[in-house]
């Protein structure tokens, strides 16, 4: 048990809980997605979506705790971790050089990350932890996003969960041992691919549906 704290404590084992947690995110955002596009069908395949979900009572509960506990586990790891490479480096480098795999997501990452969560936090403040009395999802969200002010801040937010997630599904596997020459450029393609899908699959959300409410 010992060993296992102690790896958890090093460089490596946090690293570890980042790669795992957010491979648990990414699972999330495709279930999330898919249920979001039911939108495209109508707002009545959306609704019953969401009353579907609300239908399985203590099992969405466990799931909602579940994903706190991947958050505070992904937020805190990853703040110690940033912090512990500010501090090893304290004075930055006078020329800034790209390293061969340095992108625009791998330098944002912690940025991105604290992005992220206000994002989420600002979410649930206008979509979970509403009044839901005589009301549908549909028209929570509709109302929502009939403000162009929250569509600008949806999108930008999905613009920046697309960034993070194009380094973080290559740097995950990557942290798990499961680069290889052979199959990494596949994994980085197939990393940004994702981070589009979920960029244009969330951002074009708001504007569809300010466009049919």
């Keep these: 048990m010992n060993w296992f704290v102690q790896t958890l404590g090093s460089s490596i084992g946090k690293k ?78 006078k020329v800034s050089k790209r390293a061969g795999g340095r992108t625009i997501g791998s330098a944002s990452m912690p940025y991105t990350g604290f992005l992220v969560l206000g994002f989420v936090v600002f979410h649930l403040m206008n979509f979970h932890f509403v009044d839901k009395t005589n009301t549908t999802t549909f028209q929570i969200v509709s109302r929502a996003f009939g403000d162009p002010v929250y569509i600008g801040i949806y999108i930008a937010a999905m613009i920046v969960v697309a960034v993070h997630v194009s380094h973080g599904f290559w740097s995950a596997f990557q942290t798990l041992g499961l680069n290889h020459p052979k199959y990494t450029p596949f994994i980085m393609g197939f990393g940004i691919a994702v981070s589009v899908i979920f960029g244009i699959g969330f951002g074009f959300l708001p504007i569809y549906i300010s466009l049919i409410a």
């Design 16 to 93: 570890l809980m980042m790669a795992l947690t957010g491979f648990g995110f990414i699972g999330f955002l495709t279930v999330h997605l898919a249920g979001n596009l039911t939108v495209y069908k109508s707002a009545d395949a959306f609704n019953s979506y969401s009353k579907h979900l609300h239908s399985l009572g203590p099992l969405v509960t466990l799931d909602e705790w579940g994903l706190l506990t991947l958050a505070l586990i992904h937020v805190l790891t990853g703040a110690t971790l940033f912090y512990q490479n500010i501090k090893a480096r304290p004075v930055r480098y």
